[in-house]
């Protein structure tokens, strides 16, 4: 069993749309929850880290964390062509970083 | 300052070649990861520096993988006898290193090896 598992998608949503990705993860015992976005060819840059239960927002990305059920999610509103990238879910336990394997979205216009 | 930077870009080599990956952290930052990555998968994470020492190389998959950040700052992955299954991205991402909570990493461009 993976440490952390995605829908490798793709997941199409139209331009202006809400885009929603899932990840589970494995380990209870896991401390820190991340989201990365990565463009084809490029490495990945940080979107939102997630830390406790419940959910954070910042700007048009909500991560929401529920430990219980060992799930993260993040919401996109108003989803742009630019948005368009693998996302990755990361969660860091014991100074390991465990990636997915990422979803890609595509935008539409 | 600058960002994470990482060379070469690309880097082709023959099967059982010895290559070297550097990596120069953000200056201050304290922790280091190497990863790999490989097409359509996540990085896979391979070892963690704190400072100068290796805090945690479980995930360097055999003995033919080493790394080093001997004065804290610049680290070199090295490769020996490569093989054509070494073939993906090495990723360096630092970070400042602060606690145990996982703080924001940043990623540099990545080495492209080859193997062929």
């Known amino acids: 069993q993976k440490e952390v598992e995605q829908n490798s998608g793709p997941l199409s949503v139209p331009e202006g749309a809400i885009a929603s990705l899932n990840c589970t993860y494995s380990?209870?015992?896991?401390?820190?929850f991340f989201w990365y976005r990565q463009y084809s060819g490029k490495s990945p840059e940080l979107i939102m880290s997630?830390?406790?239960?419940g959910d954070k927002e910042d700007g048009r990305f909500t991560a929401q964390l529920n430990k219980a059920s060992q799930y993260v999610s993040l919401l996109i509103r108003d989803s742009q062509p630019s948005d368009s990238a693998t996302y990755l879910c990361?969660?860091?336990?014991?100074?390991?970083?465990?990636f997915g394997s990422g979803t890609k979205l595509n935008v539409k216009p | 300052g600058a960002g994470v930077s990482q060379t070469p870009s690309n880097k082709v080599t023959e099967k059982g070649k010895y290559v070297e990956l550097r990596c120069d952290p953000i200056?201050?930052?304290?922790?280091l990861y190497w990863y790999r990555q490989s097409l359509g998968q996540g990085p896979e994470f391979l070892i963690y520096?704190?400072?100068?020492?290796?805090?945690?190389d479980s995930g360097l998959p055999n003995d033919r993988f080493f790394a080093v950040r001997p004065e804290g700052s610049v680290s070199t992955l090295k490769i020996q006898r490569t093989e054509r299954g070494d073939s993906a991205v090495y990723l360096c991402?630092?970070?400042?290193?602060?606690?145990?909570?996982?703080?924001?990493?940043?990623f540099g461009p990545g080495t492209r090896l080859t193997v062929l």
């Open positions: 380990d209870r015992g896991s401390q820190s």
């Open positions: 520096f704190q400072g100068t020492g290796a805090a945690d």
């Open positions: 990361a969660v860091y336990n014991f100074n390991k970083f465990y």
């Open positions: 991402a630092s970070s400042l290193g602060r606690g145990s909570g996982g703080d924001t990493q940043y």
């Open positions: 997630i830390y406790s239960n």
């Open positions: 200056s201050g930052h304290t922790a």
